[in-house]
């Protein structure tokens, strides 16, 4: 007869509303990116075409990484984009578009900073966030199984109702031994 013992049911919740609090703040990342994008081209952005070259950007980046994380990169992406879309009245290339301008357009630094937003935030596949059908990104829930696979990795399973008694009363002890030291440690302070 097999047992199973949950050792820590709060580090569940706490762990399942951390994996969702970390895909909410991924959302807004890649979104953010998406509407910036959006405001750059005039229009809603292709994920493949447009969206995913700034994704990848990490990808691209030379070992060790360059000081500015890759924010050049993306600024150099987002100038070839606002440049097409100045119907070539300026003779620049993106990479050299900053200084040779002298300035940063709005839409572009705007771009940026929704790139380095993502970038803190990134996800190693960012792609399950889209919607194909919407041209939007979504959000994702912790599916059952995942929130299954959470808790799982929180239990014991015993071949025996002694092993998990002798399990149970040692992590008693254990415990006890926590409270005590916890309650110590609060009356020398």
């Not at 000081?67 to 050049?72: C, I, P, V, Y």
């Not at 799982?152 to 002798?166: C, D, I, P, T, V």
Request: aromatic share 8%.
């Amino acid at each position: 007869m097999e047992m199973t013992i949950q050792l820590h049911s709060e580090g569940v919740a706490r762990d399942i509303e951390n994996l969702q609090e970390r895909r909410e703040n991924i959302f807004r990342a890649l979104e953010g990116l998406r509407m910036a994008l959006e405001n750059l081209m005039g229009k809603g952005p292709d994920f493949v075409q447009d969206i995913e070259p700034f994704l990848k950007i990490r990808e691209t980046l030379p070992w060790p990484p360059p000081a500015d994380g890759g924010k050049l990169k993306a600024q150099e992406l987002a100038f070839g984009i606002w440049l097409g879309k100045q119907k070539s009245t300026f003779n620049v290339r993106p990479e050299a578009a900053a200084q040779a301008l002298g300035y940063v357009p709005p839409e572009v630094e705007e771009l940026v900073i929704a790139w380095a937003t993502y970038d803190e935030n990134s996800s190693e596949e960012p792609g399950r966030y889209w919607s194909a059908t919407r041209q939007k990104f979504r959000l994702l829930p912790v599916t059952d199984a995942e929130k299954e696979a959470i808790a799982g990795r929180s239990r014991l399973s015993f071949h025996s109702e002694e092993a998990a008694k002798a399990f149970k009363a040692i992590r008693e002890q254990c415990d006890l031994v926590n409270y005590l030291n916890k309650t110590a440690n609060a009356a020398t302070e």
